[in-house]
Nanobody
Framework: QLVESGGGSVQTGGSLRLSCTFS????????MAWFRQAAGKEREAVAA????????YYTSSVEGRVTISQDNAKTTVTLQMNSLKPEDTGMYYC???????????????????RGQGTQVTVS
């Protein structure tokens, strides 16, 4: 089970920090990916991180504005979003595959665990 937090409403150019943590057991290593979905649109990958190596991955539309990171205990993955735009609006979900790295096709893969989502609104 994954739990997201940190969504909200901001003005264009603002920042938000989203976090995702495991509820209960935290795998030793995992790939965690953030996705977003705007109303009426397809799911879009945002960023991913593999806790085993700290490797990070970004979708081109957010690169340079978004940073994904893990805490020292590797139990929480954070998505720092800066210079937000209205097109960043959507429901943001964290998803994870325990015990697996983030493969090169991380944007297209299915994930075993998914959080309930947190809304981000940029106006």
């Amino acid at each position: 089970q994954l739990v997201e937090s940190g969504g909200g409403s901001v003005q264009t150019g603002g920042s938000l920090r989203l976090s995702c943590t495991f509820s209960g057991y935290t795998p030793y290593t995992y790939c965690m990916a953030w996705f977003r979905q705007a109303a009426g649109k397809e799911r879009e990958a945002v960023a991913a991180l593999y806790t085993g190596t700290g490797s990070t991955y970004y979708t081109s539309s957010v690169e340079g504005r978004v940073t994904i990171s893990q805490d020292n205990a590797k139990t929480t993955v954070t998505l720092q979003m800066n210079s937000l735009k209205p097109e960043d609006t959507g429901m943001y979900y964290c998803q994870a595959n325990p015990g697996l790295p983030c493969f090169s096709n991380w944007q297209l893969r299915e994930y075993k665990l998914r959080g309930q989502g947190t809304q981000v609104t940029v106006s």
